[in-house]
């Protein structure tokens, strides 16, 4: 934190303003100089680890709501959307995207809700952003961390465990005395397109016999996540989406908080550091699936108690992602274009195991992945599984302490990897199924390389 800057000026005046407080009386309360704040304000200055403290000391203020409320999501996620292959003449480096955060937030902020509503670099006419979209743009404001959700869930776990020490057993038992609902399990013929149903006539949570018992315990924790109303309306509300999105976003808070329930932060947390962040033992341990285990690596961002920067994606058979967060990472690989065919996510869906791949890209960043196939409990296809890959992973300098990497050279030669076809520039690349955007094509008659797509360099 000490070494980042961060430009966050508008959050600090936004604070300063709800407060009631002028420039003079803030700067004194927080032991600095009235012109030193001015510049803050303005992004001339960026806000020290020093000033991030006291403003969390004197106003018991979140530093993580200075960094979610950058312009565009900050750096890094300008960064991604500078990735598309729309701006892959423009070359514009890491300074200078410091340079116009700093000198211009307000117009990159501008820049970032326009390429977020056209749906990112989508040729056509503006459309309304979709749904999903404006989620995960929600979600990566907050690093995908939401403190005051983990605090609730964390206390009530606290409360489930010292009434009884089977995690179900003891929601089962809340739900019933508290919120008047009973579970049952219902057999697949009566549920036959249903893993899960609210009757509130019955008063009853009923739930299909074809869920194992960590999505069993999942969807007890979700119906728990009414007793922490109150933080979900509120992150809700400020995050001012559109009806439909709106819905997707509480779906997702009220997931947060059921997982944080069965896997509470300050737990699972030491358990990741003791064990090596070890998938298979964090999933015994807490009774969850590897999906939810890796969806919760994802959120471990606490202030004074944060965890490795994981990145997840969910990928199907076509490559296409249907779950991306970048967490804390910053990883390309999580908003880039497309995923590459040589990064071995894809070999995981014949592979009954964790598969592990150490990958760089071109920008030199390399990271250690983790990918796993997982089947949706009950979904079928015309009687065929559903089946998805879950890909984990974070930056390659930070995974020696990981259990799956003891006795690994993390700096041995890595696959090299882009960011799809169209996104990557790597010449002679067996692999390639399409030129760079906006490269031209080259055709030579009296030879051939190794891919038939050859292009011009820069």
Not at 47 to 65: I, N
Not at 186 to 200: F, I, N, T
Not at 424 to 453: H, I, K, W, Y
Request: charged share 25%.
């Amino acid at each position: 934190m000490a070494d980042a800057k961060l430009f966050a000026g508008h959050a600090v005046r936004r604070l300063r303003r709800q407060l009631g407080l002028s420039q003079a009386a803030m700067a004194e309360a927080l032991g600095v100089s009235a012109s030193y704040l001015n510049l803050v304000e303005r992004n001339q200055r960026p806000v020290s680890a020093t000033l991030m403290l006291r403003l969390a000391q004197t106003y018991d203020f979140d530093p993580r709501r200075l960094a979610a409320s950058e312009p565009g999501g900050g750096s890094e996620a300008l960064r991604r959307r500078l990735a598309d292959p729309l701006f892959a003449d423009l070359e514009i480096d890491r300074h200078q995207l410091e340079e116009w955060l700093a000198g211009a937030p307000g117009g990159a902020e501008a820049f970032a809700r326009a390429y977020d509503r056209i749906g990112g670099g989508t040729a056509g006419a503006a459309e309304p952003e979709d749904a999903g979209r404006q989620v995960r743009r929600e979600i990566e404001r907050w690093r995908n961390h939401f403190g005051d959700l983990d605090a609730a869930a964390e206390a009530l776990a606290d409360e489930l465990r010292i009434a009884a020490g089977d995690l179900y057993g003891a929601m089962a038992e809340r739900l019933r005395v508290k919120h008047q609902l009973a579970v049952r399990i219902l057999p697949a013929d009566v549920m036959p397109d249903r893993m899960k149903r609210l009757d509130l006539h019955a008063r009853q949570i009923q739930l299909s016999e074809m869920l194992d018992a960590s999505a069993r315990s999942f969807a007890l924790a979700e119906r728990l996540a009414e007793e922490a109303r109150a933080e979900i309306d509120a992150l809700v509300k400020g995050a001012a989406l559109d009806r439909v999105a709106e819905r997707l976003y509480r779906r997702h808070l009220t997931g947060y908080f059921a997982a944080a329930v069965m896997m509470p932060y300050a737990r699972f947390l030491r358990a990741c550091e003791a064990s090596g962040y070890d998938m298979e033992l964090l999933q015994r341990r807490f009774g969850a699936s590897f999906s939810q285990v890796a969806h919760r690596l994802t959120t471990l961002q606490r202030v004074g108690a944060r965890g490795l920067p994981f990145f997840l994606l969910r990928v199907d058979r076509a490559g296409q992602v249907s779950k991306r967060y970048a967490g804390a990472s910053a990883s390309p690989l999580v908003e880039g274009p497309g995923i590459c065919p040589l990064w071995n996510i894809f070999e995981a869906f014949a592979r009954d195991e964790i598969l592990s791949h150490l990958v760089e890209l071109e920008d030199g960043s390399r990271w250690f992945t983790l990918a796993r196939a997982v089947h949706p409990q009950g979904a079928r296809v015309a009687s065929v599984p559903a089946r998805f890959v879950m890909g984990i992973g974070l930056a390659a300098d930070q995974a020696a302490t990981l259990a799956v990497t003891s006795g690994r050279d993390l700096a041995a030669r890595a696959m090299p990897i882009g960011l799809g076809c169209r996104a990557c520039t790597r010449p002679d690349c067996p692999q390639r199924s399409a030129p760079p955007a906006g490269r031209a094509m080259l055709s030579n008659e009296r030879e051939s390389g190794v891919t038939p797509f050859g292009f011009a360099g820069d």
